[in-house]
């Protein structure tokens, strides 16, 4: 059989199905502009072809569409009509190509899928109802089928908090069935009493025991019924448990919370105290060794100030149940009745352990290793991955101290001596331990009254414009210069600051000399620049902080304009209302707000919209290697990319070298700070500095 050859079609022909197609047709042009639509188009927007002609294809998605462009497969967007209305579509796209394979443009064929998604969303709503009222009843609505696993058909979300497990890991016995969680002794008559009922095919009420997935042993009271077949055989059981072990056991309770850390379920100090008091009674009767733990989270503020406290609690009943589990098996956890180890929570992210029965100080890092190991793997936290690391201080009984009040001190000696010695490692309770707490105790001093015998000063370190070569700013950086002993690093004496409250006079007291520093800069005739000033986490909690900035730049007379405020992002992270009521005030008097070492907090991109940033600086970190790390220099290029898209400035910290400059000029950085232009100098070097007028080489033209 012959087949003729198809004529091509008249173009009228063609434009006339087209017109007619019920799905909305848009070609568009290898640039992305709208080229032609069809009829159902401009009904579904509301718009003439002469609007749409020549737009580019964004211009009729919504601004929250989850795609704003067009391209080939099938997928959902929201386009915007002329109206404003929201029209959700299911969109298929198909590239065009020419005789020769060159692209000519795309064809567009979106479906109005309005009432399938209204269809959806009141699906999900119905289910949503279900789901909150399932959830909202007492306790755990159940079905199962009646063998002796009782295994779950059906389970609310009250099973979460009844029994520990989810509904996903007790339905179908795919963990654990439910009568596993059922307290041995009580298991035998809960089998008895449902058999019963059952063969008398009537409802049933018991009360008994489980112990749910954490171990704890819960009172619950169950009422039930049989379902039956048509011959009355029984096939499931259905019911609800509730918990009802405060009714059972309030007088228990009571004593245990006012025995144990209301978060972890651990002993709090008073019970370790008196474990303790016991397990040295012990030790003295038999010769035995016992060893007090102090153990802190590294670095444990900075998640409670990024992720919330919410994360935080989550963090240390992880920690808690971790400590607990890298003791021997044999070892009971807060048991006055046996002599065993005992883990317990002082508050906040300070833990206690108690080793007893130790025959030779030699045990002892054997113990600690496997404690110091359970922080190895990362914990999970509410999607977060967290990576924590544990300072521990350790004091033997009796060489360290023959009381308990005694051994916990000298454990938290040596607690501040793992931390002075870089964090994440343990330390030896030792006699000279004292005098590091008398140094430390002599500084602290020594730095109350440094602000007044005038031994702080600052040094100015230049911000440099990629573009112009020319100095726009310096950062002041507070040194403290004692007079017996000269500089003292600032990685000593800031923390020691935070700690102790001295940085609120202190960062006033830089605040001020460094604006009064600026102002003198342009009364000498200098061109006018910015001066940085880095502000703590505590400073920005204080209530008096604006004022405080007011007075600084009216006593000083220096213009708001030319002062830049560095936050953390730490800071950030605080409360949400606080911190925007402050930079938005910051802001309307003209001050620049910029976000120091950025990247190396849990960055976010919503506080880069919420807040008035004005700068990110990159930290050195990721500068140091980003001629050498691809993951550093991909970090950065996304920094600086993203802080372009908000009309944000970037400034690269701790920039060495000449490659890591061009690879900074390279990805259109603005601004640079480091040795390689200046290091950090005192005021009168800074002033020749500026005198001079010394600069880089601007970058070449793009």
């Excluded at 002599?442 to 100015?460: G, I, K, P, T």
């Excluded at 940085?532 to 920005?540: A, E, I, K, M, Y």
Aim: glycine share 6%; net charge negative; hydrophobic share 40%.
């Amino acid at each position: 059989m012959k087949i003729e050859k198809a004529q091509p079609l008249d173009k009228d022909y063609v434009d006339s199905i087209i017109d007619h197609m019920m799905n909305a047709l848009i070609v568009i042009d290898p640039d992305g502009m709208i080229k032609t639509v069809n009829r159902a188009t401009l009904n579904l927007l509301g718009y003439t072809e002469d609007e749409l002609a020549g737009r580019p294809i964004e211009f009729i998605f919504a601004d929250d569409s989850p795609f704003k462009g067009i391209g080939p497969g099938v997928f959902e967007s929201t386009y915007l009509s002329k109206d404003r209305r929201k029209i959700p579509v299911l969109i298929s796209g198909s590239v065009m190509r020419s005789a020769a394979g060159q692209i000519q443009g795309i064809i567009s064929l979106a479906q109005d899928i309005t009432e399938r998604k209204k269809s959806e969303e009141a699906l999900q709503e119905s289910q949503r109802v279900l789901s909150t009222l399932m959830g909202n009843l007492p306790g755990m609505a159940y079905r199962s089928k009646s063998d002796q696993a009782w295994t779950l058909e059906f389970a609310s979300q009250g099973a979460l908090e009844l029994t520990g497990y989810s509904p996903d890991d007790l339905i179908g016995s795919k963990r654990i069935s439910f009568a596993q969680l059922i307290h041995p002794d009580d298991l035998n008559h809960v089998r008895t009493e449902i058999g019963t009922a059952l063969k008398e095919n009537r409802s049933f009420q018991l009360i008994y025991r489980i112990i749910d997935k954490s171990g704890k042993e819960k009172w619950v009271w169950e009422q039930g019924t049989g379902v039956y077949t048509p011959t009355g055989e029984p096939v499931a059981l259905e019911g609800f448990i509730i918990d009802i072990t405060e009714r059972k056991l309030s007088e228990e309770r009571l004593q245990y919370l006012a025995h144990h850390d209301a978060l972890t379920g651990l002993p709090n100090r008073a019970l370790f105290l008196e474990h303790l008091r016991l397990a040295l009674i012990t030790a003295a009767r038999h010769q035995r060794l016992v060893a007090v733990l102090f153990l802190d989270l590294d670095r444990f503020k900075l998640i409670n100030d990024t992720l919330g406290h919410a994360v935080g609690d989550l963090l240390l009943k992880a920690v808690a149940e971790r400590l607990t589990a890298s003791l021997r098996r044999s070892d009971t956890v807060a048991r006055l009745q046996n002599q065993s180890n005992t883990v317990a929570r002082l508050g906040g992210d300070e833990f206690t352990l108690l080793l007893t029965d130790i025959a030779q100080t030699q045990d002892v890092p054997v113990i600690v290793q496997r404690i110091a190991n359970a922080f190895i793997a990362p914990f999970i936290v509410e999607g977060h991955e967290l990576f924590v690391t544990p300072s521990i201080g350790i004091s033997l009984y009796p060489n360290d101290g023959e009381n308990a009040e005694k051994l916990l001190r000298n454990a938290d000696m040596a607690l501040y001596r793992a931390k002075d010695q870089g964090r994440n490692n343990y330390q030896f309770y030792l006699p000279e331990m004292n005098v590091k707490v008398s140094e430390r105790l002599a500084m602290e001093n020594h730095l109350r009254r440094a602000l007044e015998r005038e031994e702080l000063l600052l040094h100015y370190q230049p911000q440099v414009d990629l573009n112009t070569g020319r100095i726009i700013g310096m950062e002041a950086l507070v040194r403290w210069h004692r007079p017996d002993s000269g500089l003292v690093s600032p990685a000593k004496f800031i923390p020691l600051a935070e700690e102790t409250g001295l940085i609120i006079p202190l960062g006033e007291w830089v605040l001020r000399a460094a604006c009064a520093q600026n102002k003198a800069w342009q009364e000498s005739g200098l061109p006018p620049i910015r001066i940085g000033v880095n502000l703590s986490g505590r400073q920005f909690q204080q209530k008096g902080l604006i004022e405080t900035v007011r007075r600084a730049l009216g006593e000083t007379r220096l213009s708001a304009e030319y002062l830049e405020l560095e936050l953390t992002e730490s800071i950030l992270m605080q409360k949400v209302e606080t911190i925007t009521s402050a930079l938005s005030e910051l802001d309307a008097m003209g001050i620049q707000i910029s976000i120091d070492d950025f990247g190396t907090g849990y960055s976010s991109l919503s506080y880069l919209k919420r807040f008035p940033i004005s700068k990110l600086k990159v930290d050195r970190s990721f500068v140091n290697d980003i001629t050498t790390d691809p993951d550093d220099a991909a970090i950065t290029a996304a920094i600086i990319t993203m802080a372009h898209s908000l009309k944000l400035k970037v400034v690269a910290e701790g920039v060495e070298t000449a490659d890591q400059l061009a690879f900074l000029k390279s990805l259109k950085c603005d601004g640079m700070q480091g040795y390689l232009f200046s290091r950090p100098l005192p005021s009168k070097e800074a002033t020749e500095l500026l005198k001079k007028g010394t600069s880089l080489s601007p970058r070449s033209p793009a």
